[in-house]
């Protein structure tokens, strides 16, 4: 039996449905993520349970809300083992110096640079954002 273009896998996918991400308070990341301008759609609901954002972009994040520790470090990150799994999201943006004055407005730290195309912040739950005009 021969596989025909459309039965591959890779014909299947059509874009990026969510992300998910495990959070310790529902409160401040709502409270973050509005500031990037995602808007509460529903939750929690299901037995984690879960609640979904959405950006006017189409982005939609889902928030599995079990996250034990609220100051734990990001294991992916900020341990010295290097782990597989996601790193971050990269949000794209428009400009870098007026997308760093807003962050500044809001109150949200630059935790790193790549050159002059993307600035990274965290959010509440050490998450890395990178946000990338490229």
Not at 32 to 46: D, I, K, N, S, T
Request: glycine fraction near 8%; charge should be neutral; include cysteine.
């Amino acid at each position: 039996m021969s596989e025909t273009p459309t039965s591959t896998p890779a014909a299947r996918i059509r874009g990026l449905s969510h992300i998910g991400m495990r959070v310790h308070d529902l409160a401040r990341s709502r409270a973050f993520y509005e500031l990037l301008g995602f808007q509460f759609e529903w939750g929690p609901a299901g037995p984690e349970p879960v609640t979904a954002m959405c950006h006017a972009s189409g982005l939609e994040i889902n928030f599995i809300l079990n996250a034990k520790s609220a100051t734990g470090p990001n294991i992916l990150m900020n341990v010295p083992e290097k782990r597989a799994g996601y790193t971050h999201i990269a949000l794209k943006i428009d400009d870098v110096a007026r997308t760093e004055e807003a962050l500044a407005r809001a109150g949200i730290a630059i935790t790193g640079r790549r050159g002059t195309a993307a600035l990274f912040i965290r959010d509440p739950d050490r998450n890395v954002i990178e946000l990338a005009t490229d």
